[in-house]
């Protein structure tokens, strides 16, 4: 496979899907490739392809904090806070994973991350 292809190819549809997605539909774009990025992760563990594992765990920390962010605390009230929280608890379990080589940390994360994915994705289809 052609990798730098498939790079230019996920590029241009990640533009298309940016470029006109609503804030819920970004956050979405956001938390599968979150999601997607946590599985290579698993796999350096597993596979014990460190440096790969360490790049794969920075990107979803910097993805976490993309979407901590994001968030309104000033007027988003507890429920923005308890999301902030967990977000910062998921980038903490993935520093640790990393150091422990513990691909059952990146299990409770996915996990985590995954119920919320489905609260987003259940607020898309409520609204449109």
């Known amino acids: 496979m052609d990798y730098d292809a498939y790079r230019s190819y996920h590029a241009v549809n990640l533009n298309a899907q ?3 997605a609503s804030p819920v539909q970004l956050v979405m774009i ?35 904090n993309g979407l901590s962010s994001a968030l309104d605390f000033d007027s988003g009230g507890e429920v923005v806070a308890n999301l902030g929280r ?4 998921c980038a ?17 994360v996915v996990g985590l991350l995954t119920t919320i994915r489905n609260g987003w994705q259940n607020v898309q ?3 449109g």
Do not use: F, P
């Open 125 to 127: 289809a409520a609204h």
């Open 92 to 108: 903490w379990r993935l520093h640790k994973a990393g150091l422990e080589l513990q691909a059952e940390m990146v299990d409770e």
């Open 18 to 20: 940016t470029a006109n």
């Open 30 to 64: 956001l938390m599968d490739g979150l999601l997607e990025e946590l599985a290579r992760a698993r796999g350096h563990i597993e596979g014990r392809r460190y440096e790969l594992k360490a790049r794969s765990l920075d990107k979803c920390v910097d993805i976490l």
């Open 86 to 89: 967990l977000y910062e608890y």
